[in-house]
């Protein structure tokens, strides 16, 4: 099946620096992948859509600046959080549609990633 | 925009019972896919069932079914013979532009009674 990898599985940075998140479809290509933040016990919230080749277009409320996405190759999307605070800490989940699949397939999830900044 | 809601926050049942979450969601759009996903520990996103909204029949897979009333915009989830391994966070899910652009439900914690 279809597998959408994510690294790094948890990452611990200091406030104010910068973390890098990556997101690879690892047996698919994808022109377009999501970006979800989830809160402890809490549901998953669209951040953004990367698309390769062209500019993410982010939901509203997410600071692009913060956020940086860059979707640079049809397997591999990375999301940037810029000069982390605690508030940032979250968990990061990723999904992506394999290019040609037909109109609802299913969409393949990463397995996310946990970002706590101290 | 599109809200999907979630009543119970947690639900139990005991092994080999039925138990039916629920879920409703708003939406101007007449094109839509609704979800149920499933969510253990590990965190791991699992399709559990879905459904096209210009479908009337209801989806089902295997243990799972869905109740899709569509004009109450209604979608409720039924576990048949629960399982052990059936104790997760379940998400209603509500998919716009071809179901890939997802709006989740709070999400409802289902526990298995042995």
């Known amino acids: 099946g279809a597998v959408v990898s994510q690294h790094p599985s948890w990452v611990i940075c200091k406030s104010g620096t910068s973390v890098k998140i990556e997101c690879r479809s690892l047996?698919?290509?994808?022109?377009?992948m999501f970006w979800y933040r989830q809160f402890p016990k809490q549901s998953l919230m669209l951040m953004a859509t990367s698309n390769e080749g062209s500019k993410a277009t982010y939901e509203q409320g997410v600071e692009k600046d913060k956020f940086l996405i860059n979707h640079a190759s049809l397997t591999l999307s990375t999301l940037t959080v810029t000069s982390a605070h605690p508030e940032d800490s979250s968990f990061y989940i990723c999904?992506?549609?394999?290019?040609?699949?037909?109109?609802?397939?299913?969409?393949?999830f990463g397995n996310g990633t946990r970002l706590t900044v101290t | 925009a599109q809200t999907v809601t979630q009543s119970q926050p947690e639900m139990s049942v005991q092994e080999a019972e039925t138990v039916t979450l629920s879920c409703t969601y708003d939406?101007?759009?007449?094109?839509?896919?609704l979800f149920w996903y499933k969510q253990p520990p590990s965190r791991q996103m699992i399709l559990v069932i879905r459904q096209e909204a210009y479908k009337q029949q209801n989806a089902t897979e295997n243990r799972f079914s869905v109740n899709f009333q569509k004009a109450a915009k209604s979608f409720s989830l039924k576990i048949s013979d629960s399982q052990l391994g059936d104790a997760a966070m379940y998400f209603c899910?509500?998919?716009?532009?071809?179901?890939?652009?997802?709006?989740f439900g709070e999400g409802t914690q289902l526990t298995v009674n042995p």
């Open positions: 047996d698919f290509q994808a022109t377009t």
């Open positions: 939406t101007s759009e007449s094109d839509y896919y």
């Open positions: 899910a509500y998919g716009s532009e071809g179901g890939s652009r997802l709006t």
């Open positions: 999904s992506a549609r394999r290019i040609g699949a037909i109109v609802n397939s299913p969409l393949h």
